[in-house]
């Protein structure tokens, strides 16, 4: 008797639900804890001698039936990770439950031994940060569109500022076409030297014309960040092209000086000739204001680099960016204008900050470019040159696609719902 | 006697054509120019009957050698007709063009016919 009382003790003093049904007697409940009270909000004396369909609705009733008889078939312990039962009161509850089949030697009773862990809590947490995830990953969509609207935004700036010079460099092919027209109209003579030099230079204006053109539509193209193995060289050479006309009016030359066999680095090309054309334009900007017509000049430099010797050279942070072994390809624009002011050197990049008169910049070139390296996997810097007058702006790019990166990111959105494809691209972003 | 143009650009192929068309009437000699730095030596050692000028040159602007050829007694004379291709009215009037004085500016593309009759009225067949 005494030790009955012992285990009726442990029992309804257990953190669990416990309950015990007859197998052999359709199922009626024989044993029900006080944990199994609170949790489906039935007293043990209207539950015991009732089965699930006295106590339960049918479709709860049907379920849990099914459990059981499924238990007593396979004669051993079952698992239920996850079950619902809803409550007199309309109350939800969630269990874990592990079912075991019981011969009672004893009697002779087969019974089917139930054990309940209330989750309810930890599903209703679960589901919290599951909301809370998706609220994060649609906000971070959101973040990701407005940044893709602000880079095109700005690019359409740059786009109106080119456009002139553009037109300049479209309508000189057009004037020597022109001119060939003209010629020719004049009356073919069969053996006039000129007619093959003239139609020669006429097909080079088209041929010109349409490069510049298309350069400018791929230039303006409002697409998803897409990245492709590039030649950089290939990429400075369009750029020089839109920003022929600046260069020539601001009188400053460039010198172009590039690595021989760098390797592909992975750019969005429209995307990236809106960082250099950003850069060169402040260059040309900077070098302008200084006057000295002779000298005015701009450099661009590429080299290739293992990490190692970036971390030598420029410090240890970029041990953040970067992983130890990695090459990089180095690209510096160099001028000899200006420089950068003390007071301004922590502001560069912050958003609307600009040292240009009203019209001439709205003050998010630089912080653009940088967001835009970024999302390529590498850095933008901004400093004066050590021993000479003048800045030097200064892009690491990555030669591999960072995989890594993006795979910690999909891995943590993926709690909730996976993550819808997102037309920003932006699968590469890494903040 | 053919009428002696100096064409100063920095664009050969345009400058090339230009002069097939002018001389292929054999009313013109013209002498081309492709390095703007160079045009005033040039103008000096030719002695044109008029030139015609570029406005966005590397190395030295159209406004720049107009005043240099301003500058020069023996120079100033010769009638210069800018020739240019910027799309933008501002950019002519605050720039180098307002500031040289040029007797004309035609635009790019060039209309020929337009160009001859200009170039009749400033340096006329003797």
Known sequence: ?431 | MARKILLVDDEAGFTELLKMNLERSGAFEVRIENDSTKAVAAAREFSPDAILLDVVMPGMDGGDVQAQLQANPLLARIPVVMLTALVDSTELSEGAVAQAGTQMVLPKPVNLPLLLRVLDEIAPAA
């Open chain 1, 1 to 431: 008797m005494e030790k009955l009382s012992i285990v009726e003790s442990v029992l309804d003093n257990l953190p669990v639900a416990v309950f015990a049904k007859d197998a052999t007697n359709d199922f009626r409940f024989i044993l029900w804890n006080k944990k199994q009270e609170e949790v489906t909000t039935i007293r043990a004396e209207k539950a015991v001698g009732k089965n699930d369909y006295d106590l339960f609705s049918q479709e709860s009733a049907d379920y849990f039936r099914s459990v059981d008889k499924a238990v007593i078939k396979r004669g051993s312990l079952m698992k239920v990770p996850e079950e619902i039962i809803e409550t007199k009161n309309g109350r939800e509850v969630h269990l874990r439950t592990v079912k075991i089949p019981v011969h009672d030697e004893e009697t002779g009773r087969l019974l089917v031994v139930g054990i309940s862990e209330d989750i309810t809590e930890q599903v209703k947490s679960r589901e919290q940060l599951e909301r809370l995830n998706r609220h994060l990953v649609q906000a971070n969509q959101e973040l990701q569109y407005t940044q893709m609207q602000l880079i095109q935004a700005e690019k359409l700036e740059s786009i109106g500022r080119l456009a002139a010079g553009v037109a300049h460099e479209v309508k000189n092919p057009l004037a020597l076409l022109l001119l060939g027209v003209d010629y020719l109209s004049q009356g073919i003579v069969p053996d006039d030297p000129n007619l093959e030099k003239i139609l020669q230079q006429m097909r080079g204006a088209v041929e010109r014309a349409d490069r510049i053109v298309r350069g400018l539509v791929d230039f303006s193209s409002q697409r998803s960040l897409s990245r492709e193995p590039t030649q950089l060289s290939r990429v400075v050479d369009e750029v020089l092209l839109l920003v022929k006309h600046e260069l020539t009016r601001s009188n400053t030359k460039v010198n172009v000086r590039m690595e021989k066999d760098l390797p592909h680095v992975f750019l969005d090309m429209s995307k990236f000739e809106q960082v250099l054309i950003n850069l060169i334009i402040n260059a040309v900007h900077a070098v302008h204001a200084m006057g000295g017509v002779e000298s005015r000049l701009i450099k661009i430099r590429a080299r290739s680099e293992s990490l190692e010797e970036v971390v030598k050279n420029q410090g240890a942070r970029k041990r953040e960016v970067f992983r130890s072994g990695d090459r990089v390809v180095i690209l510096e624009i160099i001028d000899n204008g200006h420089g950068i002011a003390p007071a301004d050197v922590n502001r560069l990049f912050d958003p609307f900050f600009t040292t240009k008169a009203t019209g001439v910049g709205t003050g998010l070139g630089l912080s653009v470019a940088r967001r835009i390296v970024e999302l390529h996997g590498g850095e933008l810097t901004l400093e004066n040159r050590s021993k000479e007058p003048g800045a030097v702006a200064r892009l690491i790019l990555p030669t591999k696609l960072e995989t890594s990166k993006v795979r910690t990111l999909t891995g943590r959105v993926k709690v909730g719902s996976p993550p819808k494809e997102i037309d920003t691209g932006a699968t590469e972003l890494t903040s």
